[in-house]
Nanobody, 118 residues
Framework: QVQLVESGGGLVQPGGSLRLSCAAS????????MGWYRRQAPGKQRELVA????????NHADSVKGRFTISRDNAKNTVYLQMNSLKPEDTAVYYC???????????WGQGTQVTVSS
């Protein structure tokens, strides 16, 4: 059974930084691209903000390009999201998942809350 456990969120001032981590159980890392999604408000759809292939090729949404960086450590079954120059509009619950295109492949974890506010 696959489990996804996100951590690293918190309250940060505009312009600040956070590093999110996502640990996955099972062997999903070895065969899947991974991605970070966010949901900015209850009832709103999750949006894919960054993805990384098994080989390390990355893609970032325009809204976060140049500020966020996704990375992965396959030996640790962990994917990271380094978030710099945070803006209030980055406030959201952030989730990770294995991805195919933009579609998430597994059940969601609990997510980690990021709040950007002064």
């Amino acid at each position: 059974q696959v489990q996804l456990v996100e951590s690293g969120g918190g309250l940060v001032q505009p312009g600040g930084s956070l590093r999110l981590s996502c640990a996955a159980s099972g062997n999903i890392f070895s065969r899947n691209a991974m991605g970070w999604y966010r949901r900015q408000a209850p009832g709103k759809q999750r949006e894919l903000v960054a993805g990384i292939t098994v080989g390390g090729r990355t893609n970032h949404a325009d809204s976060v390009k140049g500020r966020f960086t996704i990375s992965r450590d396959n030996a640790k079954n962990t994917v990271y999201l380094q978030m710099n120059s945070l803006k209030p509009e980055d406030t959201a619950v952030y989730y990770c998942n294995a991805v195919l295109g933009v579609a998430a492949l597994y059940s969601w974890g609990q997510g980690t809350q990021v709040t950007v506010s002064s």
